[in-house]
């Protein structure tokens, strides 16, 4: 019998996370006036983004549910540790 592997990206109580294209990345930039610096980090190796392949300054928006909003959006920036 063959073991399934574990898919936490496909986990009910991971949010959505989705790459930026390089014109949505600018576009949020310019919009909120930040620097990829300026954002919260995640680690490339981070199993809920591991199927995207990601790369070091990508920019991963995160959907969460919220009780309250409806939807919140949260953005990281990719880095190599």
Same mark, same amino acid.
């Given at each position: 019998m063959k073991k399934? &592997?574990? &898919?936490?990206? &496909?986990? #009910?109580? $991971?949010? &959505?996370h989705i790459k930026l294209s390089e014109k949505e990345k600018a576009q949020l930039m310019e919009k909120y006036n930040v620097t990829s610096k300026e954002l919260p980090k995640i680690i490339r $190796?981070?199993?809920?983004i591991r199927e995207l392949d990601p790369k070091p300054s990508d920019i991963i928006k995160i959907i969460r549910k919220s009780p309250t909003a409806g939807e919140s959006t949260f953005y990281?920036?990719? #880095?190599?540790?």
């Open positions: 399934q &592997k574990f &898919k936490v990206d &496909k986990h #009910i109580l $991971t949010p &959505k $190796t981070d199993a809920a990281r920036v990719v #880095i190599d540790v």
